[in-house]
């Protein structure tokens, strides 16, 4: 069974930046998609970012691009998101997600796609 642990989380001021990390572990499959996802109180879960380990792209939420960047380790079997410029609006409670794939996929679909891993969650807190 697929295991995410999410780390990095904290509080910062706008234009501020913070760097998630996830550790994955119990995967089967050689390839996944993995994503970052964010729900603030009151608002539905929302993808912010998703990558496929079997290949290289990336895709992002409108509202995150040219801010954040997702990034894997398959070495490590870490997923990491590198968020700059933060703004008030990013604060929400952050999860990673996996869902083990056997046939080659694009990041576009991993960033719509259902999950069936995740994690506990890690809170990022964006002040003005």
């Known amino acids: 069974q697929v295991q995410l642990v999410e780390s ?67 070495a490590k079997n870490t997923l990491s998101l590198e968020m700059n410029s933060l703004k008030p609006e990013d604060t929400a409670m952050y999860y990673c997600a996996a869902a083990e794939e056997y046939i080659p996929r694009g990041s576009a679909y991993c960033l719509s796609r259902l999950y069936n891993s995740w994690g506990q969650g890690t809170q990022v807190t964006v002040s003005s």
């Open 8 to 74: 990095g989380g904290g509080s910062v001021q706008a234009g501020g930046s913070l760097r998630l990390s996830c550790a994955a572990s119990g995967y089967t499959a050689r390839s996944r998609c993995m994503g970052w996802f964010r729900q603030a109180p009151g608002k539905e879960r929302e993808a912010v970012a998703a990558i496929y380990t079997g290949g290289i792209s990336t895709s992002y939420a409108d509202s995150v691009k040219g801010r954040f960047t997702i990034s894997q380790d398959n």
